[in-house]
């Protein structure tokens, strides 16, 4: 408790899945914590259990592909906060995942790299000048084990993802001389309701878990921690670097 005592946090797709739960625990580690995402009615009931349980949280409905709304975000925390301590970019979208690849459209392609890549740096360029007012805080980008190494059937998805790790790379050397810290995280196979929309999903399930050492999937609130742990101050010496949650996927 209170790792992240008087931190006030941007939160992306918290509607639901690990962005909410990341909300959740942030909060009860005492952060107060802005919910962002297109679905409203998820985003309402994330931000009321997370005050029911006696955190502080709030909610706007945001398109992290839109610049104009993300600066409407920031203006939101600051006129309610008064500051941002930590961003956490975790909105992120799988597109087309069954067709084969030269039936895939540049418009798909480039609408995931827009959503899972871009956002991530609209993101970090509308709350920097107020990192660097204050002299630091902490990005963490969510990038996938997908940043890592390549899978059948998701250039896009791949792509997007490995831009994540390497423009976290990036803006941390950048922002690095502001005590600014940004790194991305990478989670394996985690059973989410956004995989679950994947086609041929238990083949893909069965297969994940197959090629993971520890024979499992993973749970959000362990991606959650992961968060919890770049975000606080006990992550201080770690910028520019990737932290893999995936059970030993990527050593195989």
Partial sequence: MNRLLDKVAIITGAASGMGAVEAKMLAKEGATVFLTDIHEENLKTVTNEINASGGHAYYKVHDVSNEEQWNSVVEEVIRVAG????????AAILGDLSSPMEERTVEEFN???????TSH????????PLMKKAKGGSIVNISSIGGIVGSAGGTAY???????RLLS???????????????????????????KNMPNYEDFK??????????????????????????????????????????????V
């Fill in 158 to 164: 791949t792509a997007s993802k490995g831009g994540v």
């Fill in 83 to 90: 500051k941002i301590d930590i961003l956490v970019n975790n």
């Fill in 169 to 195: 790379k990036g803006a941390a050397i950048e922002l690095a001389p502001f005590n600014i810290r940004v790194n991305s995280l990478h989670p394996g196979f985690v059973d989410t309701e956004m995989n």
């Fill in 111 to 117: 609408k995931v790299l827009h959503i899972n890549l």
């Fill in 206 to 251: 069965r297969m994940a878990i197959d090629g993971t050492p520890l024979n499992r999937g993973g749970k959000e609130e362990e991606i959650a921690y992961g968060v919890i742990f770049l975000a606080s101050d006990e992550s201080s010496f770690m910028t520019g670097t990737e932290l893999i949650i995936d059970g030993g996927n990527t050593a």
């Fill in 121 to 128: 740096f609209i993101g970090m360029k509308s709350v920097v």
